[in-house]
């Protein structure tokens, strides 16, 4: 019973999945019936989508592209070559051409008509000989633009060490003329500054003046005949400075054949009037007469008369003067030494007003406080003035010191009335004329140029400028052994020229009285220095 069982059991088994899989392959081959028309349909869409793969992934299409891309880079390499060769001024170079051309020839193949379909997007393939031909092509001109970058490396290198040193060069420059600037501003500080020396000796004679005022006073005192004979040898000296006034009449006093002779007019300011008094009271000058004064005794000298004065009140002028910040101060180096508050002294214009100031007097020798006189001065009234009237020495060579330099001939008036190229004369010892002075009206003239100038525009500053023009055809060119300049500033004047001179003058900033003196031509000032006056000696010059 359990055997038929377990027979019936294993046959019902077999029937079923017999059945099974009869009926799985029917509906298997009508599934597939049905949707046969569904696959037809999506097999061109899927077609497409192979070749648009198979595009992208194309080695030809990556090859073109980075060739493509080595010949834009190569181009640009050139072009920059080219423009580099430019900027280093090598124009007119067959380097610079090269360079161009082949930035161009690049251009000119990307954009060459049989390469174009390389570069068409919508060709279904890359024709690869051509591909090989447009390789070649733009290897080509790789290799040409690699030489022409290494041939043109020495050149290159040079022009831009060439351009390296230039600009050190330049900066170099602009700090050597900056060190300039503050040097001759150190230069002028010291030059405007006054020694403790000085300064002692001014006091100790102010005090000496204050001990003994009957020694030294002229009150109730007839003024003697000979400060207005005029048949003797005046000088007239303007100066705030005791020791260097007492060195030029020292000086002129010993040289002099006849020092009785001589009379010097000396005019100083209020403040040293006392200490100029002793210093000239105190000993006697080998007979010769000596008058002192104040500027303040002349009483016509004020700013309703005198236009500079009316000028040196204005506060943009005195700011000019005293403008002492170094980057302020150091702006204008050309006029720099035009920044000296001496001009702001009346002392430095009364060379104007000689005339007025000594109306009994016909001839004058007018000297700078910084001159030395080292022969008998006389000669100069015998010398024929041909009715001119300033005697002085000229000091053009070439094209220096020619009036240009002194005047704006950028001005129409300035370029109407006078020569650019009129020789300029020095100021120091001059030799005026004063009957030829009050005939030609030169301080009339000197106040029309200098009522004209008060915005500075025909001139910087000075007296030398006024003086070129108010004297422009009415000096007379003294000789040169006269007056010798430049003892301070000019280290290289020659022995014989100096020995030679009659006068020796001191201009510029090195004084002798400075400790910047130029040392081999101090003695010729220390030598007229009163060593034996108690007041000197008090007072440490160090001479």
Known sequence: ?????????????????????????????????????????????????????????????????????????????????????????????????????????????????????????????????????????????????????????????????????????????????????????????????????????????????????????????????EIEDPNLYHYAIFSDNVIAASVVVN???????????????LVTDKLNLAAMQVMFKFKDYNGAHIEVKAVEDYKFLNSSYVPVLRQLESSKLQQFYFENKLENATKDATNMKFRNPKYLSILNHLRFYLPEMYPKLNRILFLDDDIVVQKDLTGLWEVDMDGKVNGAVETCFGSFHRYAQYMNFSHPLIKEKFNPKACAWAYGMNFFDLDAWRREKCTEEYHY???????????????????????????????????????????????????????VHFNGNMKPWLDIAISQFRPLWTNYVDHDSEFVQACNFGL
Not at 449 to 474: A, D, H, V
């Open 1 to 225: 019973m359990s055997v038929l069982s377990f027979r019936l059991l294993a046959t019902t088994i077999f029937v079923t999945f017999s059945l099974f899989f009869i009926l799985s392959f029917f509906f298997t081959s009508q599934s597939n019936a049905s949707n046969l028309g569904l696959n037809s349909g999506s097999h061109g869409l899927r077609t497409t989508r192979r070749n648009v793969l198979a595009l992208k992934s194309d080695p030809l299409k990556s090859r073109l592209e980075q060739i493509r891309k080595q010949a834009n880079d190569h181009g640009s390499l050139a072009l920059a070559y080219a423009h580099h060769a430019r900027r280093l001024k090598l124009d007119n170079t067959k380097l610079v051409r090269n360079f161009s051309d082949l930035s161009r020839n690049y251009n000119d193949l990307l954009n060459k008509p049989s390469y174009r379909a390389l570069f068409n997007p919508d060709a279904p393939s890359i024709d690869e000989s051509m591909l090989r031909q447009f390789e070649k092509e733009v290897k080509e001109r790789i290799k040409a633009t690699r030489q022409a970058i290494a041939e043109a490396k020495e050149s290159f290198d040079n022009q831009l060490k060439i351009q390296k040193l230039k600009d050190t060069i330049f900066a170099l420059n602009e700090q050597l003329m900056k060190e300039k600037r503050e040097g001759a501003f150190a230069s002028l500080i010291a030059a405007k500054s006054i020694p403790k020396s000085l300064h002692c000796l001014a006091m100790r004679l102010m005090e000496e003046l204050i001990a003994h005022p009957e020694k030294y006073s002229d009150e109730g005192k007839e003024i003697p005949p």
């Open 251 to 265: 000086s002129l006093v010993k040289n002099a054949n006849e020092p009785w002779k001589h009379v010097i007019h």
């Open 449 to 503: 140029w200098q009522n004209l100038n008060e915005n500075r525009s025909l001139w910087k500053l000075g007296t030398l400028p006024p003086g070129l023009i108010t004297f422009y055809s009415t000096t007379k060119p003294l000789d040169k052994s006269w007056h010798v300049l430049g003892l301070g500033y000019n280290p290289s004047i020659s022995v014989d020229e100096i020995r030679n001179a009659a006068v």
